[in-house]
Structure formats: structure tokens, C-alpha cells
């Protein structure tokens, strides 16, 4: 897993540019510290930061063969299948990384390697004045991009763009409209700064001549569904199964994040079983607040404490786990790191906590495999059971949009329409699922496609971008495309086996897991439930709000902050996902305020 960036004007000579372009790729060097590559020509520029998980060796970056040169972050996790393709069309390789595979299989199937490759990634490949950049199905990888005169620059984070001085970290009204009706989601292909985009999931990028196209290749199609429950079943098994043992595939020690709920103990089960055939033990880690176990309540978005499942599965499966307990201070003090590793404002304490935890596993691990995306593609969340889904007439991950408004001052409420703008994307992304001419599969299929492009992008964002910042690699299984392109065509009545969320992943995996796991009630990544983390919050904004040069005094009504600062009154229906109300709404308001110092935000509205 790495970092990369690139360069490219077809018309000027701009190695004069080197040592703005190293600083570029130098603030990605937590993204792959284990070697630094760079290939420079008077029109193109291509950097490189590697995390070494395959091919320890021989795998360094930019890789070149027969003019062409590629950058790349990302595993294959078919590369022998690919490889075997190629060695039959008379190719033959140097290495056993899957960069190799990669770039040899482009230069023989052009963009149609991206219909072959299985895996996560985003890489460009150069090759006389044309750059190719493409990005993975689900978005687990990060791509950006900029285009301004004749300069085209891309990387793997908005900062490394940031840092060429070509594009400034303008703030406009769109801007606003994606921090305060989506945030901390965002929308497809939207970098939230001026001139700068994210290349979308399952897109791919031709630049040539100064222009640029970009293009589809991927999404999930409808298909007749002839399969009985039980031959659904038996197919989800080896899906899963087989996604999660070639996500194991390293030259490193692999470990797994274990919650004791259903997904990551599918993975973690399996991982187990698999390293025990090879004489060798697998770690599982998992995260905890201090004093959780005091003031936890329960709701309906967090039900229960994840410890006593996790002792559950290690009696059964004896593996060897690190439980790791964040203090408060911890949590707070990475806020600002967690918001420079997003580049954006974002999940709050969510965010910073992940941060600290990955801190925590990287000084003994390069790769994980975690539980992501089970719950968009099973039917997890309560949005998809427990609402009318006829009538979605917003994100079902928003909430309290009139919240939202509220904190903003009377000159930014005039120019922001909040619910307006959340309905415009719903309806245009509503327009693109695929038709089902069954009116009531149709209904389950457009919170399929929802989840699928907004909300799996938003938790994979965040996956990427706390880990890799301590040179960690994430592997997402449940991301994997074939089996999200066979789910799609399963029956809402499949996936709801027995009225119970993602009912037919729980029994694919009956006999694998302990009963008291295996019918555990969803529960999400865990958060503080500490009344002194609210306390020192609230503390940290009133302190910021001092300053009557804050971007908060720009954008947001302030005494409408300060009331809600006061406040004792507490929501328990969250305003984003399942986990952020009122502490993280605070945390959110003051990562904001420290991004647009961090970053010397331009406002342009």
C-alpha cells in the first residue's frame, strides 16, 4: 500500500518544479515509508511512497517496461490469474509483485485490465504524452486530481495537491453546501476544495492533450434469480469465504480487527482457521473508551459492549488478542491529527479514535482485515428495515438537517439551501439504479445502490485515511465485487431470513460461530459514552470561539453554538450515521475551526 503522485504539462518544461514536487510526495511518506521513487522528464513528474507488502524486494515504484511507467497504491488479489494470462501472450516478469502484473497487463488489455483485475487500487500509468488513472469498484483507494492552464496533477491525498501551490485551499458556496448538508460524507467526485476532484469509484481518467475524459467501467447489473435459499446460501459462503482467504495473501504477518459482532468474527474465524493450518497463530485487536463500562446506556443504534462477545469467540477459536483502551485525553488530543489525516473536518472522535487504535496496531502489523461494508450489502442498518423505504426523501444517514441550519448565521442561511442540496443528489443518484420490474425488490435495491455509492465510500474514506496515515493497510473482504454483484439480484426476503438484519449472512455462517455472536444485534464501530468528554469538548470550542477571527464567526450563528454548548438536553437519534450526536457535533464545529487554520482556508462565497 503506498502514496502516489504525479505531474504532467505537455507544453512546458517544469523540472524546474522538482523540489515543489518532492515536498508534494513527501507529505505522503506515512503512506508507504518504506522506500521513496521518482521518475522526472521535462513534461511528467511521477512520485512514489511504498508500503512493502508484497515482493519486499524487487517491488519499488515508478516501474517501468517498453515506455510506459506506473504509480500505484493498491493489491491485486488475483495477480497469478493474471499473470498466467500474460505469460501465455509472451510476457515475462522480473518479479513477483502485482505492480508488474499490473502494468504489463495494461500495456496488452488497455482499459479492459479493469474489468480482469480484482482488487483495491488507484494508479496511473504514463505512456507518450498520455496519463491513465483509474480507481478501484467500491473506492477503498483514494484518487484526486486538478486541472488548471496546462498543468494536470493528481495524488492520493488533497495535501500532496495542496502543496504544489498550482490549486489553493479555496472554500467556496459548493464547498459549504458538501462540510454542512453532507459532511462528513461527500459527494461522488467531490474533493469539498475549489478545482480539486476525488476520480469516482469504478471510474477510470484519460488525459492527453490538455483534456481529460473520464469514464465508467463498473456497476452492479440486473440479472433473473433462479437460486433456492439454501443454494444462496452455499454461494454466499464461498463468496465471503474465498474474498477474506485472498485478502490474507502477504509477504508481511497479517492481523484483524475483531468487535465480537458478526462481520468481523466471520473474518477473523476464518483468518484463525486458516493460519492454524499453517502452524501459525493469528492476533485479533479491538478497541474500547475508558469508563465505557460505567456509563454505556443502552439505545437503539448501540445495544450492547462488544468485550464479552470478543471472550465468547477467543474460548472457541483460541486466538491471540489485544484488547487496546483509549483514554480521553487520547481521544481529544487526536482530533486534530485524525481531521490533517482526512483533510476535512469529519467523523470527530469516530475518526480520532480509529487513528490512535491503528497507531497502536501498525507498530506491530502492516496489514489488517476489517469488517467493513457487510451491513450495506446484507440490509445491517436499521434504514433498511425499520423505515417506510417508499418514501426516502433524504439520506437515511442524515439527520437533524434543521439542526444543521440552525448554527448558521443569517448571511450563509441565505445563500445555503441545506435540504435542497441533499435532495438534488438523492434524486440524481436515485435516477441511476438500474430499473428492477419488480416495484417492491426495487424499493430494497434503491437503498442498495444509495448505500452503496454514498455511504460505503464515506466509511471506506475514513478506513484509508486513519490507517494509512500510520502506514497501516486496511483490507476490506465484504468489499469485494463479485460478491456485491451477486447480493445485488438476491431477494430482500433472502437477505432478511427470519426478519432479521442481514439474516442470510447469519446463516450462511451458522455453524462457524458462537451462538450468542452469531444473533448479536448490530452493533457500530464504539464511541465514548463518557459525560467528561462531552465536558472537555465543549471546553475546547468555547475556548476556540474566542477568538473573534475564527471561520466559526464567518459561517455560524455563534450564540446558537454557545447555546448548544450550554445545552443539556441530548439527542439520541444521531445527525450522521449511527454514532454522532450532540458530543461529536461539538467535536465537529471545533475540527472545523482547526482545519481552516491548519489548511489557511480561503473563504470565496
Known sequence: MCGIVGWFNHHENILKTKKIFKKMNKTLKYRGKDATGYFFDKHIMLG??????IDL?????????????????????????IKTLLEQDGFSFDTTSDTEVLLKGYIQYKEKILDIIEGIYAFAIYNNGEIFLARDRLGVKPLFYTKTSNHFLFASEIKALLKSNIVKPIINIKSLHEL????????????????????????????KKNKYLTKRYWNVKNKTFNDSFDECKAKIRSLVENAIKRQMVADVDIATLLSGGLDSSIITAICTEELKAKQQQLTSYSIDYKGNNKYFKKNDF?????????????????????????????????????????DLPGMADIDSSLLWFSKKISSKYKVILS???ADEIFGGYPWFYNNDLTK???????????????????????????????????EKTMREVPKEKDDKEQVYKNMFYLNMIWFIPTLLERKDRMT?????????????????????????????YNEQEKGLLRAAFKDLLPKEI??????????????QYTKAISKLLSKHLKNKRSILYKIFDIDKIKMLINSTEDYQVPWFGQLMTKPQLLAYLYQFDLWAKHYKIILDI
Open 48 to 53: 512514489h511512497q511504498r508500503l512493502a507488502i
Open 57 to 81: 524486494k524487487k517491488g519499488n515504484q515508478p516501474m517501468h517496461y517498453n515506455g510506459y511507467s506506473i504509480v500505484y497504491n493498491g493489491e491485486l488479489y488475483n495477480t497469478q490469474e
Open 180 to 207: 454542512l448538508a453532507l459532511g462528513p460524507s461527500k459527494s461522488p467526485g467531490s474533493a469539498v476544495f475549489k478545482d480539486i476532484h476525488e476520480l469516482k469509484p469504478a471510474h477510470y481518467l484519460i488525459y
Open 302 to 342: 448501540q445495544v450492547s459492549l462488544d468485550n464479552d462477545y470478543i471472550s465468547k469467540f477467543i474460548a472457541r477459536f483460541n486466538n491471540s488478542h489485544k484488547y487496546k483502551v483509549i483514554k480521553r485525553r487520547q481521544l481529544i488530543k487526536y482530533l486534530k491529527a485524525s481531521m490533517i489525516a482526512r
Open 371 to 373: 469488517g467493513e461494508c
Open 392 to 426: 426516502i426523501n433524504n439520506f437515511p444517514w442524515i439527520n437533524h438537517l434543521d439542526i444543521r441550519n440552525d448554527l448558521l448565521n443569517y448571511k450563509i442561511k441565505k445563500k445555503l439551501n441545506l435540504i435542497k442540496y441533499t435532495k438534488k443528489k438523492l
Open 468 to 496: 494509512m496515515r500510520t502506514s497501516l493497510e486496511a483490507r476490506v473482504p465484504f468489499a469485494d465485487h463479485k460478491l456485491i454483484e451477486y447480493l445485488w439480484n438476491v431477494p430482500w426476503t433472502y437477505k432478511y
Open 518 to 531: 452469531l444473533e448479536r444485534k448490530k452493533n457500530p464501530y464504539p464511541k465514548t459514552h463518557h459525560p
